[in-house]
């Protein structure tokens, strides 16, 4: 039986968020691990009169979506995503975005995300997504530090940031449900340094206990820790070898995210910083991987430039 409560949240999503027109082709994509979900996103598409296509895949780890997936992809308006591997940063992602389509990542989404986390003041987060991203595009240089031992800083010259605000309606749209997250890919051989990473890991969930990454010219080259070291050395063993370097510098900006052991809402704490390691490829990076996988970080201090933009957690900019 359908779960009315995830359809009348993604009957929210789909007008308010992604703007959806009618004469437009609406597509969800699932795997089997999330059909649930996803099939209560098409009964809203359909309830609500919008051409909808549900598509069901294999579950994966890693690499690209099936042919069949991807061919779908090619074609909707909108496009929402939810599976158990993030396609944000797969190229069936890249080539629709490219051709105009809007659409929403949502790997790994849960029920009780979707009841508890799709509702935010996308308003706030916008307002201040933007900011933070202006402020990451016009600056050479990011520096992150923690009380724990986090010391390093990134490259930015060049690249332009990206501002995940929740509102998907411009053609060529790309963010996360639920929002709020200003994001930018640093050059990637740059970053020599140590990052303690204390929050929890994308697809490893909250971490046992603190993980010390040293990193040389924007690559992990030494893991250091517990328990929680192993599990991230278990869970590389078999990446490939980019997924060891740096791909993405992030601030989340959503007041209402609390960490619950999820990328999805993870990245998106109010409070906290991500820096990822794999793909980077969809932000404007040049970092080819066959993961994207996010490292969130309490309690910051952030320089951009020389300007503090966040002092142990608190945003302190203007």
């Known amino acids: 039986m359908v779960n009315r409560d995830i359809v009348e949240a993604a009957k929210k999503l789909i007008v308010d968020c992604m703007g959806t027109k009618e004469d437009e082709k609406l597509l969800i994509v699932t795997d089997e691990k999330k059909f649930d979900i996803g099939y209560g996103f098409a009964v809203a598409g359909r309830e609500l009169g919008f051409n909808t296509t549900f598509v069901e895949a294999s579950s994966q780890t890693k690499g690209e ?48 995300i979707a009841q508890e986390y799709l509702n935010a003041d996308y308003p706030f987060i916008k307002k201040t997504s933007e900011k933070l991203a202006d402020l990451l595009t016009n600056a050479k240089k990011v520096k992150i530090a923690t009380e724990k031992g986090t010391d390093i800083t ?39 340094g140590k990052i303690v990473v204390d929050g929890c890991i994308a697809y490893m969930g909250i971490i046992k206990d603190d993980i010390t990454l040293m990193l040389k010219d924007g690559r992990i080259i030494d893991i250091g820790g517990n328990e929680g070291a192993k599990d991230l050395k278990e869970f590389l063993a078999d990446k490939d070898a980019e997924a060891l370097g740096i791909a993405e510098f992030g601030i989340g900006t959503n007041p209402a995210a609390k960490i619950i052991g999820h990328p999805l809402v993870d990245e998106k704490v ?49």
Do not use: Q
């Open 65 to 112: 979506p099936t042919a069949t997936v991807a061919a779908a992809m090619a074609e909707a308006d909108v496009e929402f995503l939810i599976t158990s591997m993030s396609y944000s940063h797969v190229k069936a992602r890249i080539v629709a975005t490219e051709r105009g389509a809007r659409v929403a990542s949502m790997p790994l989404l849960t029920t009780e």
């Open 270 to 318: 109010w409070g906290t910083i991500h820096i990822a390691f794999g793909m980077n490829t969809s932000m404007g990076g040049t970092r080819e991987s066959n993961i994207h996988y996010d490292c969130i970080i309490n309690h910051p201090t952030v320089w951009i430039d020389d300007i503090m933009v966040m002092n142990k957690g608190e945003h302190v900019y203007k």
């Open 154 to 192: 990134f490259d930015l010259t060049g690249r332009s940031a990206h501002a995940d605000t929740g509102l998907l309606t411009e053609k060529g749209a790309i963010g996360n449900l639920p929002a709020g997250e200003a994001y930018i890919a640093p050059i990637e051989d740059i970053g020599t």
